[in-house]
């Protein structure tokens, strides 16, 4: 009886060894998401607001730490915010912004040190540019000094470009000359010499603007100063800018020896004025029924338009990704999206891959779907 028992206890015992080993051999497999699944090719980024730095609301806080690797501030790094006043700065949520990106073990990206628009009035009014010069740097050392070692990367220059890719007649441009420039790139450096730092603005795909852009960029790195990478805002539409120069422009950039970053990431699916020049956001016209076709929400025939357009475009990505560093939508959902704003107000826009509801649309789907497909091509 008791060799018997005996044996009943050894084999038992192993059993629950094999068992053990079983699962080891056999690890969970991570979660569909996309920021498990492009994690091999570049980080996916989104910006957020405040009630996203707060985690006010725990589907959305939930999407934010599970579905993206990259963070950016949409909009409480900005002058007016961060730096309202000469002696005063307000860390209150760029701080809780940071905190959150290390809390998910995120790419902190921010954005933006330099640029005319949401600018504090106090730097509006400057005049002599030995002053503009001292209020930049300390602006730049201040804040890039608070999070050296935490802010993986900086949009430095924000759009500084016109349309036909010469220099805009900012406040910084009329007290400093384009000197302004490379010294913005210069201090960030000297500052955080890690930091990654980018020079982003929109319609970069546009031909003039990227020459431009090139031009201004080469300029910079022959003075002997850091600049990591440009930034092509993402702000397109269900026909425009073409699949071709999408394409063009990374390749272009890139052969600058820089990285290139897809940022500002959104698909409006609405008719714009055709006086509509780029993404400035000083711009605005007439709401209508025409301008505003889709306030019961999306057809079909519009979403499945929608996921075939993101689709396209991140076939481009993919197959440049060894040029890309990060791809950042401007927003998390359709609700949250400016587009809804601009640039005529009270639209209902659906630029984003989750709904108002806050689940993910069939645009998510189809660039979920498209790097499975990739994956298992690979693995052939």
């Known amino acids: 009886m008791k060799i018997k028992q005996q044996f009943l206890f050894f084999t038992a015992l192993l059993i629950l060894v094999i068992g053990c080993k079983t699962n080891e051999v056999e690890p969970k497999k991570p979660a569909i998401t996309l920021r498990n699944v492009y994690e091999d090719a570049f980080y996916i980024g989104t910006a957020i607001n405040k009630f996203q730095i707060d985690e006010s609301d725990s589907v959305m806080a939930g999407i ?6 990259s963070i950016t501030a949409e909009n409480e790094m900005k002058s007016m915010q961060i730096h309202p006043t000469k002696d005063s700065f307000n860390y209150e949520y760029p701080d809780k912004f940071v905190a959150l990106g290390e809390k998910y073990n995120m790419f902190i990206h921010g954005h933006t040190l330099v640029w005319h628009s949401q600018l504090s009035s106090w730097i509006r009014s400057i005049k002599d540019s030995t002053e503009m010069a001292e209020a930049l740097k300390n602006h730049i050392q201040t804040i890039v000094g608070r999070y050296k070692g935490r802010v993986n990367s ?99 950039y890139s052969a600058l020896g820089v990285k290139v970053a897809i940022t500002e990431l959104d698909i409006s699916v609405l008719p714009n004025p055709d006086e509509l020049v780029g993404a400035d956001i000083a711009q605005n016209f007439q709401n209508s029924e025409v301008m505003n076709p889709y306030t019961k929400g999306l057809p079909d025939s519009i979403q499945v338009k929608l996921a075939n357009r993101y689709k396209d475009i991140f076939k481009i990505f993919l197959k440049h990704k060894d040029k890309i560093s ?46 499975l497909r990739e994956d298992k091509q690979l693995t052939k």
């Open 64 to 69: 934010v730490g599970r579905e993206f690797s």
């Open 154 to 252: 900086w949009d430095v220059v924000n759009e500084a470009l016109n349309e036909d890719g010469t220099l805009r007649q900012s406040v910084f441009l009329n007290t400093m000359g384009e000197d302004y420039l490379a010294l913005a790139f210069k201090w960030t450096s000297e500052t955080d010499p890690k930091a990654d730092l980018y020079y982003n603005d929109y319609n970069m795909a546009n031909a003039e603007k990227r020459k431009g852009a090139i031009k201004m960029v080469k300029n910079i790195i022959d003075k002997g100063i850091k600049v990591d990478g440009i930034g092509m805002q993402g702000h397109w539409h269900l026909n425009t800018p073409s699949l071709e120069d999408i394409e063009q422009s990374i390749l272009d």
């Open 326 to 371: 990060r791809v950042t939508f401007w927003g998390v959902s359709d609700g949250q999206s400016w587009l809804n704003g601009f640039p005529v107000r009270g639209r209902t826009n659906y630029p984003l891959l989750f709904d108002r509801q806050l689940k993910p649309k069939s645009a998510y789907d189809s660039i979920i779907a498209l790097k």
